[in-house]
């Protein structure tokens, strides 16, 4: 199983330089083997509607989150509070604990092109690695 960090959707979403990989990525995965945390989904909407993309984000809540079999998670009280022990310890921005809690709540592999997963436990993994 998957969590896929915030910056892979955005990447095949506003057609950045590593789309095709990304696309080639979710082609070749289950789509019930990906989550999304709330985090993400709410990023994602953030910066789509501030890039004026609403019609790229309400395709992308039906497509990847309802009609997909994407897993939408999210964190409870008690799991928030061990972002200030993750950031201490990896040195980690909120949005990276946050995803890195997740993954390790739900025992996750991480997909991200952010390499601050690289100096954690966990690390991550990129599309490329997954597909190849």
Not at 23 to 31: G, N
Not at 59 to 86: C, N, P, Q, Y
Request: proline share 1%.
């Amino acid at each position: 199983m998957y969590l896929v960090d915030t910056n892979i959707w955005l990447e095949l979403l506003l057609e950045q330089e590593k789309e095709a990989d990304v696309r080639q990525f979710f082609q070749s995965v289950d789509a019930n083997s990906l989550s999304i945390t709330d985090f993400s989904l709410y990023s994602i909407g953030i910066i789509l509607t501030k890039h004026n993309k609403e019609d790229v984000l309400v395709d992308f809540i039906s497509d990847a989150i309802e009609d997909s079999g994407v897993m939408r998670i999210s964190l409870d009280t008690s799991d928030l509070k061990k972002i200030v022990t993750v950031r201490q310890r990896y040195n980690l921005d909120f949005d990276d604990c946050y995803q890195y809690i997740a993954a390790e709540k739900y025992n996750y592999s991480i997909i991200s092109f952010d390499s601050h997963f690289d100096r954690t436990e966990r690390g991550r993994r990129t599309p490329n690695e997954i597909i190849s």
